[in-house]
């Protein structure tokens, strides 16, 4: 998983709320176990009309949106079936971050395991983030994970909570097979001495 340190890039105003991840990625698009090729399918029911060209009206195919690394969306974001799709998606598609005021708990769960940073914020501070990823590309975001703060283009900061173990994983760019790997050197000791204590198992 790569590291999140600090991340600057344009913000994606989507102003819906109860983003499920059935909207994130489409049902059509599971049939797989790779992480990579999901940007394609992300929002595809709404980024693109029936007969497969983009919809021009949606926001991440708007210029000033196309190479948006933020989204920026109302309450309860994530919500529905638990599809880790949904972050593999975001995540190959270059959003590294989203903002809200809530998050379904197993797609927030999710984001940590793959890299995808949720920053939950107040309403207040939602509606004056919304306000700046408005203005377009010329408007960017600057996210601080070990400061825990959200810069904005006019230099207004928003802080933000995340919970500590969390912070350091995302910081160190560990998953769970990552933490596990961290203990390679004391597990392969363990197992050393388990064989040599009974080695006829």
Known sequence: ??????????????????????MIVPKQYLKTIKRTGLGKGLFSEM???????????FILNKP???NAK???AEDNFGCGSSREHAPWALLDFGIRCVISTSFADIFFNNCFQNGVLPIKVSKENLDKL????????????SIDLEAQE??????????????????????????????????????????KAKTAERPWM
């Open 150 to 191: 959200i810069r904005g283009p006019d230099g207004g900061v928003v802080k933000f909570d995340i919970d500590p173990f969390r912070k350091h994983c995302m910081l160190n760019g560990l998953d769970d097979i990552g933490l596990t790997m961290t203990k390679a050197k004391s597990l392969d000791t363990f197992e």
């Open 64 to 66: 000033a949106y196309r």
């Open 1 to 22: 998983m790569d590291k999140f340190t600090k991340l600057e890039g344009v913000a994606a105003p989507m102003k819906i709320r109860n983003i499920d991840t059935d």
């Open 130 to 141: 919304m306000d700046d990823a408005e203005r377009g590309a010329n408007a960017t975001l």
């Open 47 to 57: 980024r693109y009309k029936d007969d497969g060209s983009e919809n021009p009206d």
């Open 70 to 72: 933020i989204i920026v």
